[in-house]
């Protein structure tokens, strides 16, 4: 049935499907989904790599293990005329997919990004749109390209609980202090994520006073977090 409602729905949309996108463009429109898709072969973040797009079936990436049910289950096959209903209305296009996003509602942008996915979803393509604006300092805010290549401040050496605040002691011999549900503890097993035994600080929140806590295995936490409270004087 979910199959036949989104056949319906992607014969309605193909007649808006607009004129040939801006390639160029469309690429400044990627920013949005680089940060959640990947443009390298199996390079999963929090959705599927989106190498090889084009005549893939939705669902189908068989490296990527988080797809809902009602996307597996979509029988849509990806490409310019499916890709625009579901970048204007995800969840209206696949009903009960868990794609977080609402979609854009400007038919040009959509027809730019397309125009880009298309090119750039080819396998060996090359582009630095993945990296546009991306770079610099872990604890600054940024991301870091690779989490095996740490600056000492980066690099976390211990972290400590006490009450409600967590301190996360850095490879610079500085103490970083948190409130307790403004740390988050992650991991990233990826050929980018940190060394065994040498986990990685990244900072977030507009006001810089959120940060993230990556290990290369969930096993390390116990390692790394103790309880452990300062004597008052």
Known sequence: MRALVATAILLAGTASVSAEGDAARGQAAFRVCAACHSLEPDKNMTGPSLSGLWDRQAGGLKSFSRYSDAMKSSGIIWNEHSLDPWLKNPHEFIPESEMTFRGIPDEKTRSDLIAFLKEATKSGHVTMAQSDGMGGRMMGGGKAPNLKKLEPEDQVRKVTYCGD????????????????????????????????????????????????????????????????????K
Request: hydrophobic content about 35%; charged content about 30%; some cysteine.
């Open 165 to 232: 605040t967590y301190v996360v002691t850095t490879g610079d011999g500085k103490a970083h202090k948190f409130w307790e549900r403004n740390l988050r503890f992650k991991t990233d097993s990826s050929a980018d994520g940190p060394e065994k035994g040498a986990p990685a600080i990244a900072g977030a929140g507009m006001m810089g006073d959120r940060a993230s806590v990556i290990f290369s295995a969930p096993e390390e936490w116990t390692q790394f977090v103790k309880r452990e409270c300062e004597e008052k």
